[in-house]
Nanobody
Framework: QVQLVESGGGLVQAGGSLRLSCAAS????????MGWFRQAPGKERESVAA????????YDLDSVKGRFTISRDNAKNTVYLQMNNLKPEDTAVYYC?????????????WGQGTQDTVSS
C-alpha cells in the first residue's frame, strides 16, 4: 500500500498562488488514481480534482476550474496541485488521496493533510 506525504501549504494573500506536492512511497505509485480533497472548517471533505494513471484529469469543483491544475510525475512518485488566483473561500486543509477506481470515489490511502489559508 502506498503512503502519502503532502507539502507546500501555507498562508497566502488573495490572488496569490500555492503549489501542493504529495510524495508517495512504494513502487506502485503509477498504478494509482491520485486526487486532492479539501475540508474547510465546519464543512464536509470534498473532492477537488483527480488524475488517472495515464494523466487524464477531472475537476470536481466548478469554483476551481481554470485556477487549479492537477498533475503527476510517475518517475518521482509525486502528484501536484497548482493553485492560482486563490480566494479566501479556498481556505481549507488539503488532503492527497490514492485509490484504484475512476472516478476517485473510494480512497485507499489518505495523506495527513496540509493547511492552506488565503487572507483577504
Amino acid at each position: 500500500q502506498v503512503q502519502l506525504v503532502e507539502s507546500g501549504g501555507g498562508l497566502v494573500q488573495a490572488g496569490g498562488s500555492l503549489r501542493l506536492s504529495c510524495a508517495a512511497s512504494g513502487r506502485t505509485f503509477s498504478s494509482y488514481v491520485m486526487g486532492w480533497f479539501r475540508q474547510a472548517p465546519g464543512k464536509e471533505r470534498e473532492s477537488v480534482a483527480a488524475i488517472r494513471r495515464s494523466g487524464g484529469v477531472t475537476y470536481d469543483l466548478d469554483s476551481v476550474k481554470g485556477r487549479f491544475t492537477i498533475s503527476r510525475d510517475n518517475a518521482k512518485n509525486t502528484v501536484y496541485l497548482q493553485m492560482n488566483n486563490l480566494k479566501p473561500e479556498d481556505t481549507a486543509v488539503y488532503y492527497c488521496a490514492a485509490g484504484t477506481t475512476w472516478p476517485l470515489k473510494s480512497v485507499d490511502t489518505w495523506g495527513q493533510g496540509t493547511q492552506d489559508t488565503v487572507s483577504s
